[in-house]
């Protein structure tokens, strides 16, 4: 099945920093890498994603990238906020109908 | 917006108890999923569904069965509850099968004593 690795497990930055959150996979089939964020007594939600024919997208803060090749992906936050501490799964659509999730980052922003 | 609701916040049941936890989600969606959540191991997939009274094992099945009825409530099912199935338990509905959103209940802090 596919494996997810994911890339720190915790993170902490100074408000305002950038933050980075890297992850590898193993099956080449896989198309469709969301990113969700578990603020704490809530399930994961939904903060971006990109499909397998794109390298890069953008939502103000947030960015996501994209290497096929090397079968890995990234999160980057800039401008960290208080409010983006939270722990952030990389996650991956894969051939068997299901998401398989990264170990998550529990990202901590300091004031 | 899609609600995605769980029976309870908070469980505490005995070792051999049956156990169930009920999700009820409010989209008609197709796709129905239980995961567990545990520290540095990320969400694990236990069973999901992608139609009514139908079911696929997950990456962690074994002491777990589900069961689909309609097509709004999943239920999780723990035969005879052991101390490692101590765990955090959430379930998530999605459109269908395909590069669709997942949407995930607050879950159910489960500890067997």
């Known amino acids: 099945g596919e494996n997810v690795e994911q890339h720190p497990s915790t993170l902490s930055v100074q408000e305002g920093d950038s933050a980075v959150i890297k992850c590898t996979y193993s099956d080449s089939a896989s198309n469709y890498f969301p990113w969700y964020k578990q603020e704490l007594g809530k399930g994961p939600q939904l903060i971006i994603d990109i499909r397998s024919n794109v390298g890069e997208k953008k939502d103000q803060r947030i960015a996501v990238t994209l290497n096929k090749t090397a079968k890995h992906f990234s999160l980057h936050i800039t401008e960290t906020q208080p409010e983006d501490s939270?722990?952030?799964f990389c996650v991956v659509d894969g051939s068997a109908r299901q998401l398989t999730f990264g170990s998550g980052t529990q990202?901590?922003?300091l004031p | 917006d899609v609600k995605v609701t769980q029976s309870s916040r908070y469980l505490v049941k005995r070792t051999g108890e049956k156990v169930f936890l009920e999700c009820v989600q409010d989209m008609d969606h197709e796709n129905m999923f239980w995961y567990r959540q545990d520290p540095g191991l990320g969400l694990r997939l236990i069973y999901f569904s992608y139609d009514?009274?139908?079911k696929e094992k997950g990456d962690i099945p074994e002491g777990?069965?589900?069961s689909r009825e309609k097509k709004e409530r999943f239920s999780l099912i723990?035969?005879?509850?052991?101390?490692n199935q101590t765990s955090?338990?959430?379930c998530a509905s999605k459109y269908d099968t395909g590069p669709y959103e997942?949407?995930?209940g607050p879950g159910t802090r489960?500890?067997?004593t």
């Open chain 1, 86 to 88: 939270a722990v952030y």
């Open chain 1, 107 to 109: 990202l901590t922003v």
């Open chain 2, 52 to 54: 009514v009274k139908m």
């Open chain 2, 64 to 66: 777990y069965s589900v």
């Open chain 2, 78 to 83: 723990l035969e005879s509850a052991s101390t």
């Open chain 2, 88 to 90: 955090m338990y959430l």
């Open chain 2, 102 to 104: 997942q949407y995930f």
């Open chain 2, 110 to 112: 489960l500890t067997v």
